[in-house]
Nanobody, 125 residues
Framework: QVQLMESGGGSVQAGGSLRLSCAGP????????VGWFRQAPGKEREGVGA????????YYADSVKGRFTVSQNNAKNTLYLQMNSLKPEDTAMYYC??????????????????WGQGTQVTVSS
């Protein structure tokens, strides 16, 4: 069982930046697809970015391309979501999720079996 923990959320003004981290204590994500999702109140969970840790291949939702970056550390035990040029509409609970194997090009929440508890991101105008 992989336990995921997100950190790095908070409140920021529009145009600011935050970096979220996702770790599985004592776990190394070798050849995993790790995705970042967000969910705002009353809205469906939305994928924002994903990475296949085997090759470092990344995927992004159109709404965040050019602003968000998914990355991993060399030890492959921590994943990051760097969020720049934040907008009020980016306000949501952010989750990381993981599954073993490559990411599907049409990756979505149902692909992932392991989830963190989430970290809140609030962007004020």
């Amino acid at each position: 069982q992989v336990q995921l923990m997100e950190s790095g959320g908070g409140s920021v003004q529009a145009g600011g930046s935050l970096r979220l981290s996702c770790a599985g204590p004592g776990y190394t994500f070798i050849r995993y697809c790790v995705g970042w999702f967000r969910q705002a109140p009353g809205k469906e969970r939305e994928g924002v970015g994903a990475i296949y840790t085997g090759y470092g291949t990344t995927y992004y939702a159109d709404s965040v391309k050019g602003r968000f970056t998914v990355s991993q550390n060399n030890a492959k035990n921590t994943l990051y979501l760097q969020m720049n040029s934040l907008k009020p509409e980016d306000t949501a609970m952010y989750y990381c999720a993981a599954h073993w194997g490559v990411c599907r090009t049409t990756w979505g929440p149902t692909d992932f079996g392991y989830w963190g508890q989430g970290t809140q991101v609030t962007v004020s105008s």
